[in-house]
């Protein structure tokens, strides 16, 4: 059974730094794409970082040279470094992977529990 376990969020000041991390465990062939989503209060989830398997990012406009997401392949783990947060970075944050798990099928999208992150001063 696949796992993806996020861990790091936390309450922090506004201005303030936070690492999350999200590890991929059990059984697959291969790990594609990984991502971070965020969904606040009332809103749609919404992607904010992407990370390919040869490590090419993408950013939504809003987070653009305030976080930073990367990935160690040898623990099929997945980061994403937030600094200068501010209050609207509030959100439930969530690790998603697209998997494949055995070579004979195709692969799927894989979603973790979610972490959250308060930036409250």
């Known amino acids: 059974q696949v796992q993806l376990v996020e861990s790091g969020g936390g309450l922090v000041q506004p201005g303030g730094s936070l690492r999350l991390s999200c590890a991929v465990s059990?059984?697959?062939?291969?790990?594609?794409?990984m991502n971070w989503y965020r969904q606040g209060s009332g809103k749609q989830r919404e992607l904010v970082a992407s990370?390919?398997?040869?490590?090419?990012?993408n950013y939504a406009d809003s987070v653009k040279d305030r976080f930073t997401i990367s990935r160690d392949n040898a623990t099929s783990t997945v980061y994403l470094q937030m600094n200068s947060l501010k209050p609207v970075d509030t959100a439930a944050y969530y690790c998603?992977?697209?998997?494949?798990?055995?070579?004979?099928?195709?692969?799927?999208?894989?979603w973790g529990r979610g972490t959250q992150v308060t930036v409250s001063s």
């Open positions: 998603n992977a697209q998997i494949q798990r055995y070579s004979f099928v195709s692969a799927g999208a894989y």
């Open positions: 059990g059984g697959y062939f291969k790990i594609y794409t």
């Open positions: 990370v390919s398997e040869g490590g090419s990012t």
